[in-house]
């Protein structure tokens, strides 16, 4: 069974820092990887999406890479802003169309 | 605008009712889906489709119910059979089985 793990659970940052965030899956047989934003109360917004032949996506301030053999993911934030204030959340997907989420970190970007 | 609808945003049942919550994308998208998110769980998938008048059962399909009767359109009926309903519902939709993954806003039911 696919296990997704997000650390740190929570973090909080001064504006400009350029930050990382984690996320590391226990099956490497995957189809790809998303990275999603939760702001509070609301749906989540797709920020990257990466296949599994792909190493890295690029959106803006926004960078995800991938590993698989090594089971991790990370999401770059370059010089973070206090809109960046949010919830990230990766999931994983692997066979029968089933995404596997992981509880996200809680980012806070302070002024 | 194409996007996601779901409604009502916020619900309230008394035990023993069934609900029924709303979802509607203008996305053209074939897949759709599900999900619960309590605090400390992260998404559990309830319920998914990924063609017309065919569904699937997702993690914690029990006490749920769904129809996919239009392409646009993905109901959940949250029936009195589900033990411990109170909580936030996503619905998701998609363009084929490996694509982007893309969710409404929300719909937050409390049982009183």
């Known amino acids: 069974k696919q296990e997704v793990t997000q650390i740190p659970a929570a973090l909080s940052v001064p504006e400009g820092e350029n930050l990382v965030l984690n996320c590391s899956f226990t099956?490497?047989?995957?189809?790809?990887l998303q990275w999603f934003r939760q702001d509070p109360g609301k749906g989540l917004t797709s920020l990257l999406l990466?296949?599994?032949?792909?190493r890295e996506q690029t959106s803006g301030r926004l960078n995800a890479s991938l590993d698989k053999s090594s089971g991790r993911s990370t999401l770059y934030i370059a010089a973070s802003q206090p809109g960046d204030s949010a919830t990230y959340l990766c999931a994983v997907e692997t066979s029968g169309s089933r995404l596997t989420f992981g509880e996200g970190t809680q980012l806070t970007v302070n002024p | 605008d194409g996007g996601i609808t779901q409604s009502p945003k916020y619900l309230f049942r008394k035990e023993g009712q069934n609900v029924t919550l709303s979802c509607e994308q203008n996305?053209?998208?074939?897949?759709m889906y599900w999900y619960r998110q309590d605090p400390g769980q992260g998404l559990r998938l309830i319920y998914y489709s990924q063609i017309v008048n065919d569904f699937q059962k997702g993690d914690i399909a029990e006490g749920y119910s769904v129809s996919r009767e239009k392409k646009e359109s993905f109901p959940l009926t949250v029936t009195s059979a589900q033990k411990n309903p109170t909580a936030f519902y996503l619905c998701?939709?998609?363009?084929?089985?490996?694509?982007?993954?893309?969710f409404g806003e929300g719909s937050r039911l409390t049982v009183l």
């Open positions: 099956d490497s047989a995957i189809y790809n």
């Open positions: 990466i296949q599994s032949s792909q």
């Open positions: 998701a939709s998609r363009t084929g089985v490996t694509g982007e993954l893309f």
């Open positions: 996305l053209n998208h074939d897949a």
